[in-house]
């Protein structure tokens, strides 16, 4: 599956001048919400830089993904170890 702009990422914090801290809930993988480009239509919002916390699967656990890179074309993310 892909993201959907009707089950949004949600901000929970701004994180200094630039950055901010990120909240989403669904139900793909962890694997598939980590692929590139997941985020892509969220791409105005985000910024290199910001952190989102995701549930997904199965809701029992949560991981961080960094935003490595932002912009029309492409947003990158890295899970967090």
Same mark, same amino acid.
């Given at each position: 599956m892909a993201y959907e702009t009707s089950n949004p990422?949600?901000?929970i914090s701004q994180a200094g001048d630039s =950055?901010?801290?990120?909240?989403? =809930?669904?139900?793909?993988?962890?694997?598939t919400i980590?692929?590139?480009?997941?985020?892509?239509?969220?791409?105005?919002?985000l910024n290199a830089g910001d952190i989102i916390l995701v549930?997904?699967?199965s809701n029992t656990v949560v991981d961080g993904l960094l935003v490595t890179a932002s912009s029309s074309s492409t947003v990158?993310?890295? !899970? !967090?170890a």
């Open positions: 990422i949600k901000k =950055n901010s801290i990120w909240y989403y =809930n669904d139900g793909d993988a962890i694997t980590d692929d590139a480009d997941y985020f892509l239509s969220a791409y105005p919002e549930v997904s699967g990158t993310t890295a !899970l !967090l």
